[in-house]
């Protein structure tokens, strides 16, 4: 038997929850509650198996009840059942110490099968949420731009720019026009994948 503690605050999300785990014979619910302070006492004393957590409540946040139990060496599984899709909180809340993620639009669907994921040692997560992680992963790891792909001309000259250099200054250096500087400085964007003079310093 799986005994699970459900916290959250707003109580006709909170009695979907056991309406759908209900129908499971397996699963037991042993506590509701909306306060995050009384979750982490709840915790203590009965030590459930499962929580399934929101993140807004009442009085402190969710995300503070995973770190307080996970402080405290609590190992309990935390399911987090947030309206939240964004990057930021979802990978807040895996750092925080949650073991899966799924969105409340999406409960019917997805919460028996995560519940059973998780108790399986996996990390669900809903897949509008996945697919928003894996988007702002990429966009961390974007691989550096090659200086090999520039001529020996247009590295000259996005070294000299990068470092602070104007036009009239370069050129006068190179022997070649102020705006042939400009058209060498415009392909170097284009070839790095950059916008500024500071994303060019960045690259040396």
Same mark, same amino acid.
């Given at each position: 038997m799986t005994r699970i503690l459900i916290v959250e605050d707003d109580p006709i999300?909170?009695?979907?929850?056991?309406?759908?785990?209900?129908?499971?014979? &397996? !699963?037991?619910?042993? %506590?509701?509650?909306? *306060?995050?302070?009384? /979750?982490?006492?709840?915790?203590?004393e009965h030590r459930p198996d499962l929580i399934l957590l929101d993140i807004v409540l009442p009085d402190i946040t969710g995300l503070s009840v995973l770190r307080e139990c996970r402080r405290r060496g609590l190992s309990t599984e935390f399911l987090v059942v947030s309206s939240f899709e964004d990057y930021a909180k979802v990978f807040e809340a895996i750092i925080s110490g949650a073991n899966g993620y799924i969105t409340k639009d999406r409960l019917h669907v997805e919460l028996l099968p995560s519940i059973? &994921? !998780?108790?399986?040692? %996996?990390?669900?997560? *809903?897949?509008?949420? /996945?697919?928003?992680?894996?988007?702002?992963?990429?966009?961390?790891?974007?691989?550096?731009?090659?200086?090999?792909?520039?001529?020996?001309?247009?590295?000259?000259i996005m070294r000299a720019f990068a470092l602070g250099k104007s036009y009239k200054e370069i050129s006068e250096e190179l022997f070649i026009a102020p705006e042939t500087v400009k058209t060498h400085i415009r392909n170097v964007y284009k070839k790095l994948q950059v916008n500024s003079r500071t994303d060019l310093r960045k690259l040396l």
């Open positions: 999300m909170s009695d979907e929850m056991a309406q759908i785990l209900s129908s499971r014979q &397996d !699963l037991e619910i042993i %506590g509701v509650t909306e *306060s995050g302070r009384q /979750a982490i006492a709840l915790i203590r059973n &994921d !998780l108790l399986a040692g %996996g990390s669900p997560m *809903s897949s509008a949420v /996945a697919r928003k992680a894996l988007e702002s992963f990429r966009k961390k790891v974007q691989p550096k731009a090659d200086l090999s792909d520039l001529s020996p001309r247009e590295e000259d």
